[in-house]
């Protein structure tokens, strides 16, 4: 075997470096060895090879068939110059004759390269495939290594995957900065020709899904459910639990001592306002928990197949109940399903909120 200690410590280096395991770059440079003999030996592609990294050596054969007479000297050797390489060697069968890398020329070192150069494209690629799919639909902890100054969109590491979190998916007003961690939630993955691309965001409500499966116990271990969120990110998002074990209080689980469990989730937030509601299978008593913090009078069923409904709350509470541009009424739809159009207990409007008191989902 011929040494080439220097290849292996390069294969090495790649693998400690980009996370491309040796024996994936080996099977890269054999690729490129076959191509290259059967660029040179007209089509001959009958190559043993052997590579041994712990030994820091490689040996090429190409086969040949030994004949008395020879036809096609790229497939065929003759008795004669076989018995130099083996004196086994008999008429008929085939013989590995040895090949040293300098015959390989021009051609078969551009190929290696060529080859090579993909090998690590796809490697990367490859390992940043497993890299977002092992974290899709989860939280990933990463580093934002640049923030572009222009759009303001971030380029953020974890694990050895890069990706870029959009102005977008950022949560309005946050302020992000080059060596900060920050928690993301990976959306989706989309492998396109340049590669896989993880689609990743903080505004995504299955974010703040996710963010209290992490802090409540209870959520983690399946005893209280998430049964919907609606979100606007940065100012307010609505999340509906609910609980089997009539001895578990599914809100305050979530809400924790003192607040500390939602207060953790809203700081992470940067303050993002958090209502948490108790789902219920009774749709009147599901939109009147919705439309929290308002108090509801009563909520009549309008139409149940086309899930439309009317809540009536005190005078008081009118404004309260549609929210700021009609956030509070917008959110209670989104969560529940249903439509929901607001009229206050008087039967009267103010001249403000005449006009923002029926939202649908």
């Not at 899709?136 to 222009?150: K, N, S």
């Not at 939630?185 to 996710?210: C, E, L, M, N, Q």
Request: glycine share 8%.
């Amino acid at each position: 075997m011929a040494s080439n200690k220097e290849l292996f410590l390069a294969l090495q280096l790649l693998e400690k470096e980009k996370g491309i395991p040796v024996e994936y770059m080996i099977a890269q440079i054999s690729k490129a060895i076959v191509s290259a003999c059967r660029n040179l030996y007209g089509g001959n592609e009958n190559v043993d090879i052997k590579m041994d990294p712990e030994k820091n050596a490689f040996a090429v054969k190409l086969n040949k068939m030994v004949v008395e007479e020879v036809e096609d000297e790229n497939f065929e050797i003759a008795l004669e110059d076989a018995k130099v390489i083996s004196k086994r060697a008999v008429v008929g069968k085939e013989i590995g004759i040895p090949l040293e890398p300098k015959k390989f020329g021009r051609i078969a070192v551009q190929t290696a390269r060529s080859v090579i150069r993909q090998g690590i494209r796809d490697g990367e690629k490859g390992q940043m495939l497993v890299e977002f799919q092992s974290k899709q639909q989860e939280i990933a902890t990463a580093l934002i290594e640049r923030v572009d100054p222009v759009s303001g969109n971030a380029t953020i590491r974890f694990g050895k995957a890069e990706a870029v979190l959009p102005k977008s998916e950022q949560i309005p007003g946050e302020v992000l900065k080059e060596g900060d961690s920050v928690k993301i939630y990976v959306a989706g993955v989309k492998d396109g020709d340049r590669g896989p691309r993880a689609i990743i965001s903080r505004t995504h409500p299955d974010f703040v899904r996710r963010l209290f499966e992490n802090e409540v116990p209870e959520i983690f271990d399946g005893i209280v459910e998430i049964k919907s969120v609606s979100r606007e990110a940065g100012s307010r998002t609505k999340m509906a639990v609910f609980s089997e074990d009539a001895e578990v209080d599914a809100v305050g689980a979530c809400i924790g001592t003192r607040g500390a469990r939602v207060g953790a989730i809203v700081d992470e937030l940067c303050g993002e306002k958090i209502d948490i509601v108790l789902y219920s299978e009774d749709p009147a008593k599901y939109v009147a928990a919705a439309l929290s913090p308002a108090s509801v009078v009563g909520v009549e069923i309008i139409d149940l197949e086309n899930k439309s409904c009317k809540a009536t709350v005190p005078d008081s509470q009118l404004s309260l109940a549609i929210g700021n541009k009609g956030q509070n009424v917008r959110l209670a739809a989104k969560l529940t399903g249903w439509k929901i159009d607001i009229r206050p207990e008087s039967g009267f409007w103010g001249e403000d909120t005449e006009n923002e008191s029926e939202t649908e989902e």
